[in-house]
């Protein structure tokens, strides 16, 4: 079982063992190892370990029992890891008990005991094992990873190597960037840590990955194809901009997860202790929330300057009529920005605040083209399966186990009410 929360590198260190033995196959004992990896709490019980269907009263089999079988029938000398994902609880955990000790046996309701091989091994990644039953846990090695101990520097070196090649090859701007990472990053979380609430709980590595997130946006620029070349006056100019972007990034990664309260604290902490050091021009008169980085002309700009001035429609009817604010410009700027870069964006925040909305009205009028929306409103009583099944009525089957959107169309699946879907009794 690999234990610890999210972000302490659980996922990365199995597939790198992974990958590291079945390079090395034939070398001393060494050989390919495949991953068969599930979620046990994206599907029931019984679509987990099979059951009888009640209106032909036939066994179907479970995607466990599918997964194990095939593994099984292989005859070779390979590993196999049957990899579960996901919470562990008291429920479905306790049917693996006969197949994690000795035995290694999976019985199922049908009579059908499958015995596993030597070569198998059934792997677990858990954030924590509050619900876990002693017998479970007494069957396994525990291996804890926290993300206290990997800390940030990893993430940054391995961001700065995925950078757009023209940008990696310009020694001078990845090591600018490597040295405000390193001067700033801990520091600045730190801080917010000691000092800032946060209504919603976050980890330092996310926060730092959306740093990377937000600059890799503006990054998206320099990335070369066959029509299209970067000279080195277009990098000189980025390079001229790095400290500025930089502290965009770092302004709406570490500083945004708090309150006012709090950002009225960060804004001072980081005009002393950033700001003072990174030799540009930053204006005074409001807080640094309320400013955008202009890469045209290289100049903050007050967020309401951004966008033009608004008239009324006179046809819109009163419902319609939605009179842009700072806050909402800058909400649907950054959703907007994030969507066309392929990154995933999240919108927490109370009821009321305008967030179904702004996305709805960003969604349906101010992107390209190309991109389509597929609304999805969760409830108390929204499934697995009845989501699955939603997405597979929109979906375009590619190729075998491939499916997506109109060939040249890009799906944004907008989930709204995410909160919703009531918890089961372990809090999955």
Not at 300 to 307: A, F, L, S
């Amino acid at each position: 079982m690999l234990v610890g929360p999210t972000g302490g590198g659980k996922t990365m260190n199995c597939r790198v063992l992974q990958h590291a033995m079945s390079a090395l196959a034939g070398q001393d004992s060494f050989t390919k190892v495949h991953v068969d990896c599930l979620n046990p709490k994206s599907i029931t019980m019984d679509q987990l370990y099979g059951f009888v269907d009640p209106q032909t009263t036939e066994w179907q089999d479970g995607v466990l029992a599918k997964l194990v079988i095939e593994c099984t029938k292989d005859a070779s000398a390979d590993l196999h890891w049957v990899y579960f994902d996901g919470p562990v609880d008291a429920i479905w955990i306790e049917n693996m008990n006969t197949v994690l000790d000795d035995n290694k046996k999976l019985c199922l309701n049908s009579g059908q005991i499958i015995t596993l091989t030597s070569r198998m091994t059934m792997m677990f990644e858990v954030e924590d094992l509050a619900v876990a039953s002693p017998a479970t846990v007494s069957r396994c090695g525990m291996v804890y990873m926290e993300p206290g101990s990997l800390t940030l520097a990893p993430l940054v070196k391995s961001w700065i190597n995925s950078v757009p090649p023209r940008i990696r090859e310009t020694k001078s701007i990845t090591d600018k960037l490597q040295g405000l990472f390193d001067k700033y990053l801990d520091d600045s979380c730190y801080y917010m840590r000691k000092n800032l609430p946060e209504p919603v709980k976050t980890v330092d590595n996310n926060v730092a990955q959306s740093i990377f997130r937000i600059i890799d946006c503006y990054f998206s620029p320099y990335v070369e194809n066959e029509i299209k070349k970067i000279s080195k006056e277009e990098l000189n100019n980025l390079e001229s901009m790095i400290n500025q972007l930089f502290f965009f990034g770092l302004v709406w990664a570490v500083g945004v997860t708090t309150t006012l309260d709090g950002r009225i604290k960060f804004d001072k902490w980081a005009r002393e202790n950033i700001l003072s050091k990174l030799g540009f021009d930053f204006p005074a008169d409001r807080l640094i929330y309320d400013y955008k980085f202009n890469i045209e002309t290289k100049e903050w700009q007050y967020w309401r300057e951004t966008v033009p001035e608004y008239t009324v429609d006179i046809k819109a009817s009163y419902n319609e009529i939605l009179v842009p604010t700072v806050d909402s410009i800058r909400m649907k700027y950054f959703i907007k920005t994030l969507v066309m870069n392929n990154k995933h964006v999240l919108t927490p925040g109370p009821t009321g605040t305008g967030k179904s909305v702004n996305i709805a009205e960003l969604l349906t009028y101010e992107l390209p083209e190309e991109f389509q929306t597929l609304a999805i409103t969760f409830s108390a009583q929204t499934s697995a399966n009845q989501t699955q099944d939603y997405l597979d009525d929109k979906f375009e089957k590619r190729r075998k186990g491939v499916f997506g959107p109109p060939i040249g169309k890009k799906f944004i699946i907008f989930i709204d009410d995410l909160n919703m879907p009531k918890k089961e009794e372990y809090g999955a």
